[in-house]
């Protein structure tokens, strides 16, 4: 089968595959090509898988069906904001163990559902690549063939060789991944063995050449230039010609932020949208909060109108940031996450309406319960690590995570606010015609990693909710003030971490080294989920309660130096006043 396909807008794409079974009774080979439409091309962009069904399987030919099918169906209703690395290996490694789980019903598992598996994911102006077994997937880039997969075999002997590696062989698989670029006349080819077995790369990028030319029935060709090479396996191909790409992120979508103007400033009494302003909530540079009455709603219930600062009216990438944030919390659905408002209506001005929810910051309960008992900490913090672990499994960081941003409904239950810094992977992996707003979050909250050359990751926001909970156990922070003022590497590295035993001697050694790995300044060395943190705070780790049996020496070198000068020095202050009092 061949088909030629066209995008007409952001990209152009030419597309052609064809598959056959050849010499063989049964075609055990698998392909697929979506080219979405709307926002899926945006967030998802366009797909093409290859299978080839292992021959030595019973189940090679409903193997290749379900990893095609079942990638491509699945791959499209992943979350928007995960990013095509995220969304693929997920998906991927459901497939495994799905195939996995049904070759269980033979006596070898190598001979149940197993297949090769290549697919290569166009995203604005990036290629991303999923690749296991011996399918294989080439670019052809002006006048060079370039492989960008290595085969998952090993040779035997002469005529003779196995695959090393294939999904359903193994309970786990270990995918090959790649990301680069992707340039405007690029050519991709995918193929099964059947055909790069018995046709030379140079045949391949002759072929590949006149496809971007405008010649029509190149997978064709190939496939009768095996079978007269004498290919005795299933053949299979598919041809990508990238011929236009989105410039730069689709500059129209960027020229869209501008349609709604911003709001004038508004004052107590006055009316937007059907929205009654009754008071100012909080304003700064950047963004003012109001709380409104919605008079349209028969309840008249009480929301929080988010609007943007007149300052930034042209600037697009602070506009971008401000419309990123109601698409954030539109995606993230957790009772301990502030949510957008159920509004659904008409606006004439660029503003976000949110749910409204009474209480105290954390912040002002920390001020007011400087000897909170450890379980009620624990229980807060295990409801903020439920709202985070929220936003990570959706592939985003919240990135200001701290006190004035959660707020305690009823005094009790706690809700992450305020997603003016977030970062989501899907969104981050779309070119933009400008440069992105990259806003830092408080400095006394914020991992090293976001005032250094390093990338922040889930561990970033592990690492601020360690400080956190350290500050509601304390009334301190576990680096001092001076961490405030680090900027590069080598400032960070002067700091020492401070027992929070030293503060509060109601706290458990195990539990303070719980707290010194979540804000380790390493990123490696912290947990690697905000989940495991909360397990430790709540169940004394083995490895933590053996160190509240060890010598202060051995569990805190700096500490135990620190009091004994402390100790040396008023020893010695007392032998002075001893000595100028004439020893009596």
């Known amino acids: 089968m061949n088909k030629v396909q066209h995008l007409d807008s952001q990209y152009l794409i030419h597309a052609e595959q064809g598959t056959e079974a050849g010499v063989k009774a049964v075609n055990e080979d698998c392909i697929g090509l979506r080219l979405p439409e709307d926002s899926a091309l945006t967030f998802k962009g366009i797909a093409s898988v290859i299978a080839d069904g292992v021959s030595a399987a019973e189940k090679g030919k409903e193997a290749a069906e379900c990893a095609v099918k079942g990638f491509l169906s699945d791959y499209y209703s992943c979350p928007d904001s ?83 590696r294939a999904l359903g062989m193994d309970l786990n698989v270990d995918i090959d991944y790649r990301h680069l670029d992707v340039e405007e006349g690029d050519v991709f080819f995918l193929s099964t063995d059947g055909i790069h077995d018995f046709v030379s790369s140079r045949e391949v990028a002759e072929a590949l050449r006149r496809y971007r030319s405008g010649e029509r029935g190149v997978c064709d060709e190939l496939i009768h230039l095996a079978l007269a090479n004498n290919s005795k396996d299933n053949l299979s191909c598919q041809i990508l010609h990238v011929e236009r790409l989105p410039e730069s992120g689709d500059v129209q979508a960027y020229k ?166 977030c970062f989501a992977a899907g969104i981050d992996e779309i070119a933009a015609p400008i440069q992105r707003d990259k806003i830092l979050g408080t400095a006394s909250y914020s991992a090293p990693e976001h005032h250094t050359l390093q990338r922040p990751d889930a561990r970033s926001d592990l690492f601020s909710l360690g400080v956190i909970v350290y500050e509601m156990l304390t009334g301190c922070r576990p680096y001092g003030e001076k961490y405030d003022d680090c900027t590069q590497l080598r400032d960070f590295h002067k700091l020492n971490y401070l027992p929070a035993y ?80 004439g020893g009596s």
């Open 82 to 164: 995960w990013s095509v690395k995220t969304a693929g290996q997920k998906v991927l490694t459901s497939l495994n163990r799905w195939l996995y789980g049904q070759g269980q019903h033979f006596a070898n598992i190598q001979k149940g559902y197993v297949c090769t598996f290549s697919s290569l994911i166009i995203k604005s102006r990036s290629a991303f690549i999923f690749h296991v077994g011996d399918s294989r997937i080439v670019r052809l880039r002006g006048n060079t063939l370039e492989p960008l997969t290595t085969d998952h075999s090993v040779q035997v002997n002469a005529t003779t060789c196995y695959l090393s």
């Open 256 to 421: 869209k932020l501008t349609e709604l103007p911003f709001p004038p400033p508004l004052e107590v009494g006055q009316k937007l949208d059907g929205y009654l302003v009754e008071k100012q909530i909080h304003a700064s540079n950047r963004s003012q909060l109001y709380l409104v009455k919605d008079l349209e709603d028969k309840n008249q219930q009480r929301l929080v109108m988010k609007t943007p600062s007149v300052n930034y009216v042209d600037d697009l990438a602070y506009i971008e940031r401000f419309v990123l944030e109601s698409w954030v919390a539109q995606r993230i659905d957790n009772p301990h996450v502030l949510k957008p408002a159920n509004v659904n209506r008409p606006r004439h001005f660029l503003y976000g309406v949110l749910d409204y929810i009474e209480g105290p910051t954390l912040e002002k309960w920390i001020e007011e319960n400087k000897n909170a008992d450890i379980p009620v900490v624990v229980d807060i913090a295990e409801q903020i690590m439920r709202g985070l672990r929220a936003f990570h499994r959706r592939d985003t960081l919240h990135q200001d995570l701290k006190p004035g941003n959660i707020i305690l409904e009823g005094g009790e239950k706690a809700i992450v606010v305020d997603f003016g810094s």
């Open 502 to 581: 030293y503060f509060n001697p109601l706290v458990p050694v195990w539990m303070d080294a719980a707290l010194q790995k979540a804000v380790n300044l390493n990123p490696a060395m912290r947990y690697n989920d905000v989940s495991e943190f909360i397990y430790d705070l709540k169940t004394p780790n083995a490895t933590f309660v053996a160190l509240s049996t060890a010598p202060l020496l051995e569990r805190n070198p700096l500490l135990f130096w620190k009091l004994t000068s402390l100790s040396l020095a008023a020893l010695l202050v007392l032998t002075w006043i001893y000595i100028m009092s």
